[in-house]
């Protein structure tokens, strides 16, 4: 067996990416809360994954947005940028597209009031609902949270209980915790 | 026959780009072999949408590995004389004709006649390419031959 020069191939997977003919490029990107998957397509980013092991979550993103996907770092070249100034507390704000489709028009709605929740600070699961127009939907609003596809930029670790307590987090509440040190939250 | 899902792009890539790699070094030698590589894999991308089901993918790419190499020789050699004798091997007109028609066969007996007779590939580089023994490598290019005979007649 002839092994493919690592050169070689890192030269493909940018090329693919170059000449535009990826549905999703995805990358692990090395964080402080541990490996992240995080990947893209043309519209904007569509997954920060805590689950390091592509293979389920390259399976679902193929379906989602179309089987050509391939690891290819360069086009998550500005995330991981975005994300090492995040951790390193001087980015308070993502300037990153994302891309929401596969999701409900009920979980857009509320993922993007979630995204306006500024930094250091927390909103409730009520709170939430009660600004993506159904006041009565906290349950529906915390499933929509724990399946958040694109955690850390859309800020669900700052989405708490009424009572102030964590609640749970998708990534685990140490995750949570973590984050909402960084920011200082108060909490 | 079972329905066999096509698998994301880089299940694909993983799974065949060693045995691809080995093809095009053996064809055409290992430094132009990368440029073919890289080719090859660009052109499965591109005709990656249009697949209708997952079966016979290291033979698709086997017979783009092996299409990517015969051009890749052809650019390497221009002619540089022209001359109204016929010089050399002429450029395989028999199959050139047929091989509209080889599109119609089945996924295997295809890739099978086209590795065979459009680019000379050995059985055992065949066997290869469709994951089989070298027996049903022939098998398959000589029921390909006899089902596009039918067709003519």
Known sequence: ?187 | MEAVSIPPFERFYEEHRTAVFGHLVRLLGRQRAEDAFQETFLRALRGYPALRHGRHLKAWVFTIATRVAVDESRRERPRTTITDEPTGEPERPAYAQLEHLAEELPDKERAAVVLRYGYDLPYDQIADALDSSEDAARQAASSGVRRLRRRLT
């Open chain 1, 1 to 187: 067996m002839t092994a493919v020069p690592e050169a070689l191939d890192q030269r493909f997977r940018d090329a693919a990416a170059v000449a535009g003919l990826l549905d999703v490029s995805y990358d692990i990107a090395d964080t402080p809360v541990g490996p992240l998957l995080v990947a893209v397509t043309e519209l904007g980013l569509c997954r920060i994954s805590y689950d390091p092991e592509p293979d389920r979550q390259v399976e679902e993103l193929a379906r989602t947005f179309g089987s050509r996907i391939l690891r290819a770092p360069r086009p998550l070249d500005p995330v991981k940028r975005e994300l090492d100034e995040y951790f390193e507390g001087r980015r308070h704000e993502f300037d990153l597209p994302v891309d929401l489709r596969g999701r409900t028009d009920f979980s857009r709605l509320v993922l993007e009031q979630l995204a306006r929740v500024p930094y250091g600070e927390v909103t409730t699961y009520g709170s939430l609902a009660a600004r993506s127009g159904r006041p009565k939907a906290a349950r529906a609003v915390g499933t929509i949270m724990n399946r958040n596809p694109i955690p850390i930029v859309l800020p669900c670790h700052r989405v708490v209980g009424s009572t102030g307590s964590l609640v749970g987090y998708g990534g685990g509440l140490d995750r949570k915790r973590l984050l909402l040190d960084l920011e200082h939250a108060p909490v």
